[in-house]
């Protein structure tokens, strides 16, 4: 290493310790024959390197393009430096500042050279189930604090092995300062336990746990983030027998399956489809079914698609392995009573699970932090959100300024809370429905924790603006308790906010947003959800909205579109006649309490919600009276859509007002007159595309906006955000739709954020 010519300085910060950066740099540096050092700060990672100068070059261009699996370089800088005689190259210590931060890496799914291990009888690892090395493992489920670092996890109770700490100390190898490095001597293992049966440890626990399911019964299972109910997908009777105990009646079960292969049988996968089902973060991805798939109905009644993911652990490995006799296809479904978090902790699963699961497979390395499995469709190519957890969060949203360090604490329904600080938004993973004690315990430990992990002190709240919203009484008494300011924002201005955001739009100029969801509070007290905005970060207004319907019973009656149907039938003077299916689910009697409770405004609030529209349809034409989850309605009636039927419904436009008794009689119409039901729900679709576009045009004509968002949780319908995404752009328009984040209410609080920290901050108006 003569001749020396140069010296530069790089600093580099976003996600690069706990992902063998430094032993990558190690590496790199001693393949361009460079000398230095690397260490890694309270910041991110800090590197010195002296060599020629084209070595230099190389070494910082590879540096720039090829860092590890696991790393997210954010920024990153270099300065030239004295040259400095020193004759190797090495990794020194860390070095930590009090109060900075450090993005944490998402928990990823067991990398390749790991799963090969895995299976290799002659590696010492062979069949271990908490296998992992630098590219993969648990991360952010098991970090109880920061530095990131063995102790400050919870597989601090487990110290190495001398063969293990070998390992973890040499700076080539694989596992070099991989915190939760382990093997069958030294780490965590695995159990089997039943009520009648005792417990079985390790290679017999798992045998144990697989005749169970091959013998139909259900089993709960510790997995990363969570515990998961498992029982065998291709026995419909163990399925119906998980949806009685579980409470839950028809929303869609998660699938696991060994390989691709196995779910290639069952349904399609375009090349996205397979590298999302394959990426280190292997999330459900929801999969059209094959028109042959012989897998139970009962797993995802009346949808056309499956949620499907691979084996992510290799505890999940071992379980899938294939075997003679054993089902390819396992429900892994969370491990909670219907509404509840899932479970995470032994005791509190032990005690909730305890009529669901005939018996448990455990391990005993505690998960810190609860993470759902995030889920995913593909649309056009792109992975497109329903839920971003698991492999995702912590991951912050890159935001090209600085923010003050704020709190958005989300909606009510799939809740996520966001924090600020520097340049990074950090999106919370899924807490759930904010409408119990033990969601709403969690909602206030994550935000403990977060802000523990990033060191973030809140100077600003945000919240929505709904006084009943858990999120919003806990973002009032935080603000009053430690005289925090804080800001409400309406729940459509925070969508159209954050779809901005997701584009990385950060202009002032206004856009048009075509904001469509199930139920967020107005201005005006009303429940809105079919609006129009035009707007940026920093304001909105309100141009056109879905005509007020009266809700009889208020938000609770999304469990009931035939109700919801009477009522816009109502305010439409359309007569409940008795031929129409929703007006036959109810007796005369009960028509007259729902007509005087309307015509009194009992409990009857009006709302303009979209998604309150697709239940109203849904009903009219016969496909859903009474709902057991939040869209239901809206999702059967997209599947029928029938894409040969290019008819389309009227919807007028009129005094800012989207009509829609003239929709109602044009389906009564056509319902009278025997159309199909799958052509009713093409036109409406249809209808509805033709009206955004409409919209659209007119407010280009007064304004020239020819940007348009679209978010609002009715946008995860990707029939009509294909339909209408493409007329939009073949009329001229510039449309932004979700990328990193949920269209749905787990987007909201980046909304907020970016909102609060717009209007707070006088440079950026
Ligand atoms: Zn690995
Ligand atoms: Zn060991
Ligand atoms: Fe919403």
Redesign the pocket.
């Known amino acids: 290493m003569n001749n020396k010519s140069a010296g530069l300085k790089i600093s580099v910060t976003g996600i690069v310790q706990g992902v063998g950066f430094r032993p990558f740099v190690f590496t790199l540096a001693t393949n361009h024959h460079l000398s230095g050092t690397v260490w890694n700060t309270s910041k991110g990672v800090e590197i010195e390197v002296f060599g020629s100068t084209p070595d230099i070059d190389l070494f910082y261009k590879e540096l720039r393009e090829q860092p590890p699996a696991l790393a997210r370089i954010d920024k990153i800088t270099a300065d030239s430096i004295p040259i400095k005689q020193i004759n190797n190259f090495t990794i020194n210590s860390s070095q930590v500042e009090q109060g900075q931060f450090l993005p944490i890496s998402p928990d990823m799914s067991i990398c390749p050279d790991c799963r090969r291990e895995l299976f290799d009888p002659a590696n010492r690892r062979y069949r271990y189930p908490f296998i992992n090395c630098t590219n993969c493992g648990p991360r952010f489920s098991i970090i109880k604090d920061t530095p990131y670092d063995r102790t400050m996890t919870t597989m601090a109770r487990f110290p190495l092995c001398s063969a293990c700490k070998a390992e973890y100390d040499n700076p080539l190898d694989r596992r070099f300062h991989a915190q939760p490095v382990a093997c069958h001597e030294c780490g965590p293992r695995i159990s089997f336990e039943t009520k009648n049966e005792g417990i079985f440890c390790d290679e017999r626990a798992l045998r144990i746990a697989k005749e169970y399911i091959k013998q139909g019964k259900i089993i709960a299972l510790k997995g990363l983030g969570g515990y998961h109910l498992v029982c065998n997908a291709e026995n419909s009777h163990a399925v119906q027998q998980l949806r009685e105990r579980k409470k839950r009646s028809d929303r869609p079960f998660a699938l696991m399956a060994f390989d691709k292969s196995v779910i290639r049988k069952y349904c399609q996968i375009n090349e996205t489809e397979a590298s999302e089902l394959e990426s280190p973060q292997h999330p459900i991805v929801l999969l059209r079914k094959n028109d042959d798939c012989s897998l139970p109905v009962n797993i995802a009644p009346s949808q056309n698609h499956l949620g499907f993911m691979l084996p992510y652990t290799p505890l999940h490995l071992l379980l899938l392995e294939p075997e003679k006799g054993f089902p390819e296809v396992l429900v892994m479904t969370s491990g909670n009573m219907s509404d509840e978090p899932i479970a995470y902790e032994d005791d509190d699963a032990r005690q909730r699970l305890s009529l669901v699961a005939d018996g448990f497979l455990l391990h005993n390395r505690p998960i810190h932090m609860r993470v759902d499995d995030s889920v995913i469709r593909v649309f056009e190519n792109q992975p497109y959100f329903i839920r971003r957890s698991r492999g995702y969060a912590p991951n912050p949203i890159l935001i090209n300024f600085e923010m003050a360090e704020i709190l958005a604490c989300g909606?009510e329904l799939k809740n996520t809370f966001c924090l600020s600080r520097s340049n990074y938004a950090f999106l919370s993973h899924h807490i759930g429905d904010l409408e119990n004690y033990e969601t709403l315990d969690s909602f206030e430990r994550s935000i403990d924790h977060y802000q523990r992990l990033f060191r973030i002190n809140p100077r600003l709240i945000a919240s929505d603006i709904h006084p009943d919203y858990l999120s919003t009484k806990y973002a009032i008494a935080r603000s009053t308790q430690e005289s925090i300011p804080l800001l409400h924002v309406q729940?459509h201005h925070a969508?159209l906010a954050a779809c901005l955001i997701d584009n990385n739009y950060y202009l002032k100029e206004s856009v048009i947003g075509l904001i469509f969801?199930?139920t967020?509070y107005g201005t005006d007290g009303n429940i809105w959800g079919g609006e129009v905005l035009i707007g940026s970060c920093f304001s909105y207004q309100r141009r056109f909205h879905l005509a007020e319907t009266p809700l009889p019973g208020g938000d609770t009656s999304i469990r009931n579109p035939a109700r919801i149907a009477l009522a816009q039938l109502f305010a439409s003077s359309i007569d409940w006649s008795a031929d129409l299916p929703p007006v036959q689910t109810f007796s005369q009697q009960e028509q007259s309490v729902i007509r005087s409770q309307i015509v009194n405004r009992i409990n009857t609030p009006l709302t303009t919600s979209m998604g309150r529209l697709f239940d109203a349809v849904a009903s009219l034409i016969g496909v859903r009276q009474i709902a057991t989850y939040e869209g239901q309605a809206a999702i059967e009636l997209e599947n029928l859509y029938d894409k040969f039927e290019v008819g389309f419904y009227q919807l007028p436009i009129e005094s800012g007002i989207i009509h829609t008794a003239e929709l109602f009689n044009q389906i009564i119409y056509d319902l009278r007159a025997g159309v199909a039901r799958s052509v009713i729900s093409s036109r409406f679709h249809n209808g509805l595309s033709e009206m955004c576009l409409a919209v659209c045009k007119v407010i280009k004509t007064e304004t020239g906006i020819e940007t348009v968002a679209l978010s609002?949780?009715v946008w995860q319908n990707t029939t009509l955000l294909q339909k209408t995404l493409q007329s939009l752009k073949e009329n001229g328009f510039r449309v932004l739709i979700h990328h990193q984040i949920p269209a749905?209410?787990g987007g909201?609080s980046l909304g907020q954020l970016m909102v609060a920290a717009t209007t707070f901050d006088q440079d950026l108006r």
């Open positions: 909606a729940h969508h969801d199930g967020g609002g949780g749905n209410d909201i």
